[in-house]
Nanobody, 126 residues
Framework: QVQLVESGGGLVQAGGSLTLSCAAS???????MGWFRQAPGKEREFVAY?????????YYADSVKGRFTISRDNAKSMVYLQMNNLKPEDTAIYYC???????????????????WGQGTQVTVSS
């Protein structure tokens, strides 16, 4: 069992940057990790994924590709989401999620992940 706590959200102007952090209560090297977001009135959607162990595989939603970067530091049990060139449509609550199963398939599906943080608010003003 792992508990996740996100931080780093806030208010930023369009074009700005933020780095979100996800701290885990247990070692995360054997968890697939994902970031999701949920805007008001919308469903929770996939943002980014990083594979377990070395994080050799990363995938991104088309809407953030080239602007966001997911990374992990297993020694610190941390996962990060570097967000650059932020847009008003990036405004949402951002959630960190973990999956302990072996397969990295269906990484975009929120039902794959058994552990979730409480979320951190990101607001991008125009």
């Amino acid at each position: 069992q792992v508990q996740l706590v996100e931080s780093g959200g806030g208010l930023v102007q369009a074009g700005g940057s933020l780095t979100l952090s996800c701290a885990a209560s247990a070692r995360t090297f054997n968890y697939h990790m994902g970031w999701f977001r949920q805007a008001p009135g919308k469903e929770r959607e996939f943002v980014a994924y990083i594979s377990k162990w070395t994080g050799v595989s990363t995938y991104y939603a088309d809407s953030v590709k080239g602007r966001f970067t997911i990374s992990r530091d297993n020694a610190k049990s941390m996962v990060y989401l570097q967000m650059n060139n932020l847009k008003p449509e990036d405004t949402a609550i951002y959630y960190c999620a973990a999956d302990a199963r072996d397969s990295g398939s269906y990484y975009w599906n929120l039902h794959k992940y058994g552990y979730w943080g409480q979320g951190t608010q990101v607001t991008v003003s125009s």
